[in-house]
RNA sequence: UCCCCAGUAGCUCAGUCGGCAGAGCAAGUGGCUGUUAACCACUGGGUCCGCGGUUCAAGUCCGUGCUGGGGAGCCA
């Protein structure tokens, strides 16, 4: 007989009069003569009540079932006698995989999410993270339909970078080379190599060739961080476009973020409802609205202009050519507007060198996507494609521009106007699930002083 | 890296003014029951985060280190 997923057996429309399934034991309780098993195999949250009679093969082993062990399941998919569900499996034979000694660390009862965090390698097992790493996988699929749908093409970018070219803050550096041996020369390419922060640079050069492009990757920062939104080491999603410029790439952020968001409450409505009940009582509201409201979009010279006419009390005070900080970016989207906010035409010394430079000199064409809750989602231009004007703004950033021979020369051959945004991945999945700390909606968190499993 | 808070049973937490180490859940045993975070009774379970100090006496006060959390910066 064939394995079926629980999934499938609870969504079934009728009884079935032999089945097989197999999963984990979530609890066991004792009536007088059977006992009721709870199995649930990760295809979906609900468990599936079985009935094990006493009079069916090794009661007594049965009767020692503990909660996380695994079991292989036999028997008829009948219409449930009891209240709260509706179906439930009669078993014919119970067969035990393996057991769980009484130190299987998940009980039946709510844990704290810095206790699970200490148990990564088995906190799937529970309802809400099960959940969680669920809609991480449907999200990740429901990103490369949108995608693939809008005839964008997957660029695989590297992961081993040659030079610090994204400037974006601290690289973790890749060698082969012993302790103390600092001779890059001897290392295995040639040269000081690291693990990349973005693959903007690469994305470009494709986008220039194949149209709309995307990747969609692991990513690493060595900040010294400790926040509940940085990680170490996180996935994102980069668009570039070609023939597109910032009007067009901050649509092409909204269009995104409501069709991924809309994708995820259809095609995991069960697990998102826990969320709802369970974490953040506003996400459904919070969802509704992001879906169906038009996102605001808010030059920086306008923002600040918000920003100082306020009475709210702000620890960072706001001017031309600060960056907005936290404060700043959370009183708009969150107070304010209420809704998604993109900001545009940021100060250029804020801002890296790729970006274009607009016609007063002062700013550039950036933008970033701020959520109520998350902050920044989205950090994007429109890239500049002069070739003189980028090589003016890399010599004043100090740049080796040597090194981007290859980057220029996008620029000398047939350069277009092209933009494009990163998307923290971690962070769409929070601003999803209403999960506070970056470090639960990835499956093995690296932070600062951490890489346990 | 900076600021603030916390660390007590397997888990969640209480512990008053410095004076015998506690509860619920979990585990074990027994009972009851179409139960559903089942229920009832009993039993076992402690390096009070580590180190140092003050004191007749420290879970409690002081110093220091470690770990975790919240906030900030950096950013996605």
Not at 274 to 279: K, Q, S
Not at 401 to 421: A, C, E, I, K, M
Request: charged fraction near 25%; include cysteine.
């Amino acid at each position: 007989m064939e394995r079926i997923k629980i999934k499938k057996l609870l969504s079934s429309d009728k009884p079935i009069e032999q089945v097989l399934f197999k999963g984990w034991v979530r609890t066991r309780r004792d009536a007088k003569s059977f006992s009721f098993i709870e199995v649930n195999d990760g295809s979906c949250l609900k468990n599936i009540q079985v009935i094990a009679d006493e009079t069916i093969p090794h009661y007594t082993d049965i009767q020692k079932i503990t909660t996380g062990s695994a079991v292989s399941v036999t028997g008829k998919l009948i219409e449930s006698k009891g209240k709260g569900q509706r179906w439930e499996v009669a078993a014919e034979n119970v067969q035990i995989i393996s057991i769980a000694p009484e130190n299987f660390p998940l009980q039946k009862k709510r844990h704290s999410d810095e206790f699970l965090r200490t148990i990564a390698h088995l906190r799937p097992r529970t309802n809400k993270y099960g959940a969680a790493f669920r809609i991480r996988s449907e999200l990740a699929f429901t990103i490369h339909k949108f995608f693939n749908d809008k005839g964008f093409r997957y660029i695989h970018t590297p992961i081993i970078t040659g030079s610090d070219c994204e400037g974006a803050g601290e690289l973790f550096r890749v060698t082969t080379l012993n302790a103390g041996e600092s001779d890059f020369d001897q290392d295995f390419f040639g040269k000081e190599s690291n693990l990349t922060v973005s693959g903007q640079l690469s994305a470009e050069m494709f986008a220039l060739s194949l149209g709309d492009v995307y990747t969609f990757g692991p990513t690493f920062r060595a900040e010294n961080s400790n926040t509940s939104r940085h990680v170490a080491e996180f996935w994102m999603v980069e668009p570039e476009m070609s023939f597109c410029d910032l009007s067009g790439n901050m649509s092409f952020a909204e269009e995104m973020v409501k069709n991924l968001t809309v994708g995820i409450l259809d095609r995991c409505a069960e697990d998102i409802e826990l969320f709802a009940r369970f974490v953040d009582k506003t996400l459904m509201a919070t969802l509704e609205n992001l879906i169906s409201s038009d996102f605001v979009q808010l030059p920086y010279s306008e923002a600040l202009k918000i920003l100082e006419k306020t009475t709210e009390k702000f620890d960072y005070e706001v001017g031309f050519g600060k960056d907005l900080q936290s404060e700043h970016e959370r009183y708009l989207t969150e107070k304010y507007f209420k809704k998604p906010v993109i900001v545009y035409d940021y100060p250029k010394q804020i801002k890296p060198f790729y970006m274009r430079l607009n016609d007063d000199d002062k700013t550039v064409a950036a933008m970033d996507v701020l959520v109520p809750r998350i902050g920044e989602i989205i950090g994007g231009s429109q890239r500049e494609e002069r070739l003189d004007v980028l090589e003016t703004r890399m010599t004043a950033s100090e740049l080796p521009v040597d090194q981007y021979w290859w980057y220029l020369d996008s620029r000398r051959y047939g350069t277009v106007p092209h933009s494009g945004f990163g998307m923290g991945f971690e962070r769409f999945l929070m601003m999803l699930t209403g999960i506070s700390n970056i470090r639960d909606v990835i499956p093995f968190p690296r932070t600062p002083n951490t890489i346990d499993f």
